[in-house]
């Protein structure tokens, strides 16, 4: 019996769900206790003692994103404080040593790590539903709709992600999948604010606004511009309600700091720092431009089903943003349009979804020891000595393998980019054309590939 | 209603739900969500801490302590030099330099509960200095003194007030090396001796790696500045030189000294700019002490509704709630 077997095609909460269903949450219960990285978790608990202590987001340093996530720190804070979470974390002198890699000698709790990655659990899960539910509707294959849920909430890098990382990238790509969905149901209002919303999390998805604006211009021409007002306006409210806080404290320019900082090249620490900084400077109106051509394909395509069309369209718009190399964090983004691709119209693709959990978990796990700090400080799971003897192999003054075993990880998901990208572009047939073109005078013209 | 295809409507609505409630959460959380006071007695003090939400707490009760200062001042000139070193980098955020220093200080010191602090231009600065110094705090970040009330010899402006009872708290680099000026900077010979008494301080980078345990206030403040770059080295200090060295060590340079000057105090943070430097700095000042300010007892707990204890006297109590984190904090003077 292979995997596919243990899903029918009827009723959600089949075997292969409940298989999948309970292995995701094991994995994220272990995970989410035993490991945390050390400088993005204790930023999130100092945003809450922050945000405790009446200063906002941006009133003094520690959170450097724009503000959603603030302030979903904000209500799980308040959650975990009713419920008697005293202590968020501590200082330890012992752990100075790790200034060295740039990484805080300060550690949450292992009861904060296991309560922001059920916390984070949340996005995993409703992510993966999402990208369920678009494959339900498009196909009407549950079946298939169902292997796309597991190939997110089982996918490596996901939890990864969440639990060891603890970062948000799944609340981000659940946002952007969310407003996709509500375009193609004609919620036009709550697309605009969705989208708000999941730019509003962590930037990226703003190069998505061209293709999103195709759509609603390729779906239904006649109609076009009430609808893409109706998204513009329930963007614009969404933007004023989310950024009220920052409007009273005089804080608007912090809320992009997340993007500037990346752009201006001050926080660069060496010179290729800086050149990567300064590169984004040509490399952010390359995406948009790259963006527009393609929205401007997308709404000339011919197509019989738009709503396919749209999802494939998505994929390529999202690898081009990832043309500027993401850490592996940003590339979650990636995956749900990579598994609705490769589920709905391209078998090749699970290469580089293979690829892309392979290569951003192996980016990540390369610091693996520092994530275990929170156990060994205050747990006692593992000795100092024999955790600082795995510090030291891990990541220690000759940390060579380390080195090489992330930027191996690093490359591995950038080339699944690429390649996610190429497949989708051959997919759509742009490969076939200039190929064509290359031998126009020897072969017979063809059409576009309909999807 | 069909579940099924209103799923995007619900979940984006549930989530919508999560932001928005965080958000007003944010809104609305201030420093008024906590209180605390104390009841003077004979020989103890009792106190008492609210906190709706679960928090640990510190109370600390200390002698000789200066007091919770009557004002305190920051200088800040963008027309003068500044000889601050270029400072860590917050990471993802901001690069945090002099000015962005400075705009994190009225939170933080909200958090302790100064609700105001003055912001001094190098003129501004000379009027202040003009008078008695006493119970008046001010914070030199730029690494040097302007033209105007410091100018090479020991009758300067900054001499007197600190003579009379004010309290300078240094940042930046070495204390007393230089004099700026609204084009550029003078190097002044053993110009840390004038402050100091002897030239205590180097340029070199140093980094503590233990804590200063002796006196318990690395624990009691949670003092989290570890860099001792501009500290000062403790044994160079003249015979009979009243001081209080806290916080981290590399074993020669202290990360902070407090060290007295006739009336008033002179207090040095090591280290370039941090995020560590501006909760420590915050700390020592709202919390009063002075170099002569010993620890008669401290008490800890967790604090979810209303917590009462009894602690031995002394002349002032310092209630912080948060531990590292610190979301609240007060001085509270015994009188």
Not at chain 1, 32 to 53: C, E, H, K, P, R
Request: charged share 20%; aromatic share 12%.
């Amino acid at each position: 019996m292979s995997f596919k077997d243990l899903f029918d095609n009827e009723k959600f909460l089949c075997r292969g769900m409940l298989i999948v269903l309970i292995t995701g949450i094991i994995i994220r219960l272990v995970l989410g206790y035993l490991f945390d990285y050390n400088n993005d978790v204790t930023a999130w608990t100092m945003t809450i003692a922050n945000i405790d202590s009446g200063t906002g987001l941006y009133g003094v340093a520690g959170f450097y994103y724009p503000p959603v996530w603030g302030y979903m720190l904000g209500l799980f804070g308040e959650i975990i404080e009713h419920l008697g979470v005293d202590s968020l974390g501590d200082f330890f002198t012992d752990l100075i040593f790790m200034m060295e890699l740039y990484e805080e000698p300060s550690t949450s709790t292992p009861t904060f790590n296991f309560a922001i990655s059920m916390f984070l659990f949340i996005g995993d899960f409703l992510c993966a539903l999402t990208v369920y539910w678009i494959i339900d509707q498009l196909t009407q294959d549950k079946k298939k709709a169902k292997m796309g849920f597991a190939l997110y909430f089982l996918g490596i890098n996901v939890f990864v992600i969440s639990m060891m990382g603890a970062m948000f990238d799944s609340f981000s790509a659940l946002m952007i999948l969310l407003s996709v969905c509500l375009l193609i149901k004609g919620k036009d209002m709550m697309a605009g604010g969705m989208f708000t919303f999941a730019v509003m999390t962590k930037a990226f998805p703003v190069f998505l606004i061209f293709l999103l604006v195709a759509y609603l211009i390729k779906k239904d021409r006649e109609h076009c511009v009430k609808r893409i007002t109706f998204a513009a306006v329930g963007a614009i409210v969404a933007l004023v309600i989310l950024l009220i806080p920052e409007m009273m404290t005089g804080t608007v320019m912090d809320v992009f700091s997340f993007v500037l900082s990346r752009a201006d090249g001050s926080n660069a620490l060496g010179l290729l720092d800086k050149l990567l900084s300064y590169g984004i400077m040509i490399v952010y109106p390359a995406i948009i431009i790259l963006e527009i051509i393609l929205a401007a394909y997308f709404v000339k395509h011919n197509t019989e089903n738009v709503e396919q069309s749209l999802l494939l369209f998505m994929l390529l718009a999202t690898a081009i943003i990832f043309i500027n190399p993401g850490t592996p964090q940003y590339l979650i983004m990636l995956m749900p349009f990579t598994i609705i691709s490769f589920l709905l119209f391209d078998n090749r693709l699970k290469i580089p979804l293979i690829m892309l959990m392979i290569g951003s978990s192996m980016a990540h796990l390369t610091h693996f020891s520092s994530d275990m700090v929170a156990i060994v400080m205050y747990d006692g799971l593992i000795s100092f000595d024999t955790w600082k003897t795995l510090y030291d192999i891990n990541l220690g003054p000759d940390h060579i393998t380390h080195i090489i075993i992330e930027n191996v990880g690093l490359i591995t998901q950038y080339i699944a980019t690429l390649l996610a990208g190429y497949y989708a572009l051959d997919t759509i047939g742009i490969i076939s054309k200039l190929k064509k073109k290359l031998d126009s005078e020897e072969k017979p013209e063809e059409t576009d590939k309909t999807i | 209603m069909n579940l099924r295809e209103s799923y995007p409507v619900i979940a984006a609505l549930f989530i919508a739900a999560i932001v928005i409630c965080g958000e007003v959460l944010v809104v609305t959380s201030s420093h008024n969500d906590f209180n605390s006071s104390i009841t003077v007695g004979n020989d103890s003090i009792e106190f008492r801490i609210e906190s709706d939400d679960a928090h640990t707490y510190d109370v600390l009760s200390m002698s000789d302590t200066l007091g919770a200062p009557k004002g305190v001042y920051v200088y800040y000139d963008p027309q003068y030099f500044s000889m601050a070193s270029d400072g860590m980098s917050s990471v993802g955020g901001r690069n945090l330099d002099e000015k962005y220093y400075i705009e994190q200080l009225e939170p933080t010191f909200m958090i302790r509960d100064i609700n105001h602090i003055d912001f001094l231009n190098a003129k501004e600065l000379s009027d202040l200095m003009d008078k008695d110094g006493k119970g008046n705090a001010v914070i030199i970040l730029s690494g040097a003194l302007p033209d105007t009330v410091y100018d090479k010899k020991e009758d300067s402006k900054v001499f007197s007030w600190l003579e009379t009872g004010g309290r300078l708290y240094w940042i930046g680099n070495v204390i007393g090396k230089y004099v700026v000026h609204e084009g550029g900077y003078d190097t002044i010979e053993k110009g840390t001796s004038l402050f100091l008494g002897s030239e205590c301080i180097d340029s070199e980078k140093h980094q503590g790696d233990s804590e200063i345990k002796s006196n318990g206030f690395r624990d009691s403040l949670y003092l989290q500045n570890y860099e001792t770059t501009f500290g000062v080295n403790t044994s160079l200090l003249p015979e009979g030189t009243d001081y209080l060295t806290m916080g981290y060590t590399d074993g020669t340079y202290s990360s902070t000294t407090l060290v007295s000057y006739g009336d008033g105090v002179v207090c040095v943070m090591g280290g370039e700019y941090s995020i560590y430097q501006r909760m420590d700095l915050a700390q020592i000042i709202a919390s009063g002490v002075g170099p002569n300010t010993t620890i008669v007892e401290n008490i800890n707990g967790s604090v979810q509704g209303t917590s009462k204890g009894t602690i031995q006297k002394g002349d002032s109590v310092f209630i912080t709630l948060g531990g590292f984190y610190p979301v609240y904090c007060k001085n509270h003077e015994v009188v």
